[in-house]
């Protein structure tokens, strides 16, 4: 069917690189749907759930940089919501299409199903217009074309998602507007003003090359800024440690000679902590600093050693800022221009000593956590991701070392728990070529669980390692109570109902560290065709340190009396 509004925005989808897109039908929709399943190029996935499909757009979005999903009016819109603002704290560009009003019902005073029964259709629009970068409410034909156009771009050149609604009685309607296939879709790429670009690398040089032991942080916005090569230019070139925050990881190559590890003020890996606060100048390249990623507010670290390089703009100490400068383009021209510098690589390779390794298990002691890791780092390579949900697996998986080309993803600005089923989902179908490895724990897995359906519809082979500890165990450690003790689940039995014979889904349960040995190696031996899901039993206190320590702090810091009037 060609010359009509579905079809044009079939196209575009494949055009920006989207090939599954994740929905759940409803009576707007359907005609949407309809024009999405005829485009070839486009697979699309019928999700348990809007927030799942949500989050496997987030997921698909990170693995192939534009995820999509479907919904139907206001019932699935605000269910996707929270998935939505997700993808906005993480920078991704998510395009979320609702299937709207029939166009003739605008500007009445009708009131339709599936709204909260008043005449006024703007409610959804109004919710999605603080978590998406640009909206389209598409009610007619005319200029339906230049509003998804604008609303697509937008979401691209901002790295944020958008809204699009389309009126359920326009996309099947032939129209001299998409009388042929669409131009092809161009974005013009971003300039870095030229003499701001000059200036601030002068000025940069000018403050590191004095420096005598300085050190580069790498952040999660390399990622949005499309700098990770430019990062790795300027960190062969100086010589200085790199070193990578909590939220940047991933982003930062591990395999690095100069990789010093997580910078995360009193919870950084060993001796790296040491090194960037002891260091006479540091330069945070695309930093967040939230009340997590600062440990609650207890960094040290002054501002007047610090260069902040954001995708944008830079700002040197308590002196000048830069705007309109480019990451990429900043960090590779600074990397012509420093002097070598390796003090403090060097410093770091004096001092270093490995940490401790897990002591060795009983026979049939219960397993540990930091044994149940140890064998996680063992199974990672280059042809695998590590997803980490919020929780205790924030921690574990932040001390697993990537090897290079290893993918690894979580959510630690936004933090929804539950993420990151729908998130293996999306990244498991957009990165075929990768074996994801997932750390759920048993309280955000209850928030999500159906998607696993969805895995299995797919025929993906993710590996899911669902660690049963009976509660909330990040909460008891900011904050205890009797409302972080979950209901246990038989989980291995839960996913075994929804496999129901259809697909390929192997479960098993791991107590002791003979279990997990024998689960991995079936995992990846005659099982690595399937969906493998391993329910691992861990005791309700068995946490990392790191979690301890940063639960203390955020804890004290979420407990400050209010200020006096
Ligand atoms: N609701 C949402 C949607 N997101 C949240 N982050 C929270 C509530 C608060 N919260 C943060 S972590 C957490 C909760 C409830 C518990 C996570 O428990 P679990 O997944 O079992 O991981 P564990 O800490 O035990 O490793």
Redesign the pocket.
Known sequence: STGTLGRHLARRLVEIGVKDVFSVPGDFNLTLLDHLIAEPELNLVGCCNELNAGYAADGSARAKGVGACVVTFTVGGLSVLNAIAGAYSENLPVICIVGGPNSNDYGTNRILHHTIGLPDFSQELRCFQTITCAQAVVNNLDDAHELLDTAISTALKESKPVYISIGCNLPGIPHPTFARDPVPFFLAPKVSNELGLEAAVEATANFLNKAVKPVLVGGPKLRVANAKDAFVELADSCGYPIAVMPSGKGLVPEHHPHFIGTYWGAVSTSFCGEIVESADAYVFIGPIFNDYSSVGYSLLIKKEKAIIVQPNRVTIGNGPSFGWVFMADFLSALAKKLKKNTTAVENYRRIFVPPGMPLKHGNDEPLRVNVLFKHIQDMLSKDSAVIA?????WFNCQKLHLPENCGYEFQMQY????WSVGATLGYAQAAKDKRVIAC??????Q?TAQDISTMIRCGQKSIIFL?N?G?????VEIHDGPYNVIKNWNYTAFVDAIHNGEGRCWTAKVRTEDELIDAIAAATGEKKDSLCFIEVFAHKDDTSKELLEWGSRVSSANSRPPNPQ
């Open positions: 949900e919020t929780g205790d697996s933090g929804s728990i539950g759920i724990g048993d309280g955000s897995f928030v660690i500890n509660g909330y165990t990040i909460e």
